[in-house]
């Protein structure tokens, strides 16, 4: 009998307990790594799709206040209105300002269109001053309040697309502003506005304003917002396939003008 017990000890594998022990675990590992590679596959879908979302714009906001001199300096001397007296008025004019860029307004300085438009515009203001419209409380802050809206379109112009001067041709579209956009209405923040511009059917719309049609020889075509504000576009120079939306605006705005050594004789 011991001879025929150990026969069958031999006869049987001696990690036969252990085998069907894993035989009967099998499916559950088979399981457990199948939902491991599963669980894998799906967080590396999950941070693939999250990187091929492109980043929002960052909001373009301005900063400020800022300050600059007008004149770097020099003084500002003009006639005042003929009555019974000569008089003329001397300051050195300052503006307060926000901005996307603090150096914007000082570089207007290299564009030579700059200082004659700005000068004109002061002159035009105040030499239909008589002493008594600016002298007085009320008289100087009405005054520097006409300055302000005088100057605001030459200190801060129009851009169309990514000029470095107002007035250049914008590269992509052909368009740049128009002859009278010193006196344009359109105000609004370059970030946060557009031109639709469609030049194989010749048409042109300001944000959701009325589009306009053009012929492509007009060198002041007014457009207008939906709130009626206009501006003023050369379109003699636009591409003829361009469509697409080019940003429009003015990168910085005035809030109050200041003056130092105001002297009037």
Do not use: W
């Not at 105040?126 to 520097?144: Q, R, W």
């Amino acid at each position: 009998m011991a001879d025929e017990r150990n026969e069958q000890a031999q006869d049987t594998p001696a990690d036969a307990g252990a085998t069907g022990a894993d035989a009967a675990r099998g499916p559950g590992k088979r399981a457990l790594l199948l939902s491991g590679s599963v669980l894998s596959i799906l967080a590396l879908a999950f941070i693939a799709s999250v990187m091929a979302v492109p980043s929002r714009t960052e909001t373009q906001h301005y900063d400020g206040p800022f300050s600059v001199e007008l004149f770097a300096g020099e003084k500002f001397i003009c006639n005042l209105a003929v009555d019974s007296r000569k008089r003329y008025l001397q300051m050195r004019p300052e503006v307060m300002y926000y901005a996307y860029d603090e150096d914007y307004a000082l570089k207007r300085t290299d564009d030579n269109l700059y200082l004659p438009l700005l000068r004109n515009a002061l002159i035009s203001v105040c030499s239909s001053k008589t002493l008594e419209d600016i002298y007085g409380d009320v008289g100087e802050s009405t005054f520097m309040e006409e300055l302000r809206a005088a100057i605001a379109a030459i200190i801060f112009p129009i851009h169309i697309g990514d000029t470095t001067r107002p007035m250049d041709l914008h590269k992509d579209s052909g368009l740049r502003p128009g002859i009278s956009s010193d006196t344009a209405t359109f105000r609004g923040r370059f970030h946060e506005h557009v031109l639709h511009v469609d030049a194989i059917k010749k048409s042109v719309r300001l944000d959701d304003g009325p589009e306009v049609e053009f012929m492509g020889n007009e060198s002041d075509l007014p457009v207008r917002a939906a709130n009626g504000d206009v501006l003023y576009l050369d379109v003699t120079r636009v591409e003829s396939d361009f469509v697409d939306e080019v940003p429009v605006g003015v990168r910085g705005e005035i809030v109050r003008v200041l003056t130092q050594d105001l002297l009037i004789q």
